[in-house]
């Protein structure tokens, strides 16, 4: 059983940074990918970066630039630094998991962009 734990989520001002860390329960270096991903009220689950095992990124192009996703094997956590947040950013992130051949995801952390 996979089981993920986000953290990092808060409140900030447009043009402020975070960092959101995702621990996971298992060795994620035997993972298939990681990622993030989010979802605003009223909207859909969006992707907002990926990584591969053998560490190659994806972006959301609303993102690209401003966030980069990392992963630190031996804390067997992945990353994701959100440099010059805007309002439209505003969402519940979710980390994500692919194991084989399952899908895991985190209880999500509430990131809010705002004056």
């Known amino acids: 059983q996979v089981q993920l734990v986000e953290s990092g989520g808060g409140l900030v001002q447009p043009g402020g940074s975070l960092r959101l860390s995702c621990a996971a329960s298992?060795?994620?270096?035997?993972?298939?990918?990681m990622g993030w991903y989010r979802q605003a009220p009223g909207e859909q689950r969006e992707l907002v970066a990926t990584?591969?095992?053998?560490?190659?990124?994806n972006y959301a192009y609303s993102v690209k630039g401003r966030f980069t996703i990392s992963r630190d094997n031996a804390k067997n956590t992945v990353y994701l630094q959100m440099n010059s947040l805007k309002p439209e950013d505003t969402a519940v992130y979710y980390c994500?998991?692919?194991?084989?051949?399952?899908?895991?995801w985190g209880q999500g952390t509430q990131v809010t962009v705002s004056s």
């Open positions: 994500y998991a692919w194991v084989y051949n399952s899908d895991f």
């Open positions: 298992g060795s994620i270096a035997s993972f298939r990918a």
């Open positions: 990584i591969t095992t053998g560490g190659s990124t």
